[in-house]
């Protein structure tokens, strides 16, 4: 079965570290998606990219927050410096401009951070 | 602004009974997409279906159900017979455009005892 990859499924770090999640997306599909889930804000937009150009970053906080696709099989969300707040499950999407039946949006297995 | 309501936080049944999940949209678009997603005690989120505003018809998919009403602007979900692996937390969502973004709900918490 296709799926969306992503990596690391755990990470722990500490205060104003780097951290980078990866996300491979299902092939051939030409839009990749960032969600952050919390318990006090549930789940939200925070970045997408249709044929690797950004189409809304309007919900990443932009002074630490950068989201890039270098090629079409690898998007990465980069948190520079790290803060605890960020503490968050992060979600990889992807899925095709057309929604024939069966193709939609399908949801990588989440990263989940901890900043401490 | 598109926007998607999941009044109920968390159902607790026993297993057997029937469970509905409601889930009620707001969107100024005349074609839309809405979606159900299933994410278990391990985290990831699973699709279940996609319905589209033109396609008015339920959906039957083994114990699941769906029933899309356009003039309530709802998308309910039913579990027949709920099962101890039907334990999750259940998100309706909306998109307003084919390949777009999805607008969640805060999803519904369904808990089904032995």
């Known amino acids: 079965d296709a799926r969306v990859t992503q990596t690391p499924r755990h990470k722990v770090t500490e205060m104003g570290q780097e951290v980078t999640m990866r996300c491979q997306p299902i092939l051939g599909h030409n839009t990749v998606f960032w969600y952050r889930q919390t318990m006090m804000q549930g789940l939200e937009l925070l970045a997408y990219?249709?044929?690797?150009?950004?189409?809304?970053d309007s919900g990443m906080p932009k002074d630490r927050f950068s989201a890039e696709m270098p090629d079409a099989t690898l998007a990465t969300l980069k948190i520079q410096p790290s803060e605890p707040r960020d503490s968050a499950v992060y979600f990889c999407?992807?899925?095709?401009?057309?929604?024939?039946?069966?193709?939609?949006?399908?949801f990588g297995e989440g990263s989940w951070l901890t900043v401490v | 602004a598109q926007k998607v309501t999941q009044a109920q936080t968390e159902i607790s049944v026993v297993e057997k009974e029937d469970v509905t999940l409601d889930c009620v949209y707001e969107t100024r678009d005349t074609t839309y997409y809405l979606f159900w997603y299933k994410q278990p005690p391990s985290g990831e989120l699973v699709f279940l279906i996609r319905?589209?505003?033109?396609?008015?018809q339920n959906e039957i998919s083994g114990r699941y159900s769906w029933n899309f009403q356009k003039s309530t602007s709802s998308f309910n979900f039913t579990i027949t017979a709920s099962q101890v692996v039907d334990s999750a937390v259940y998100f309706c969502?909306?998109?307003?455009?084919?390949?777009?973004?999805?607008?969640f709900g805060g999803g519904t918490r369904v808990l089904v005892k032995p």
């Open positions: 969502a909306l998109s307003e455009t084919a390949g777009n973004k999805l607008t």
């Open positions: 319905r589209n505003s033109f396609d008015e």
């Open positions: 990219f249709r044929n690797r150009a950004p189409l809304d």
């Open positions: 999407a992807s899925g095709g401009q057309v929604w024939t039946r069966g193709n939609t949006i399908y």
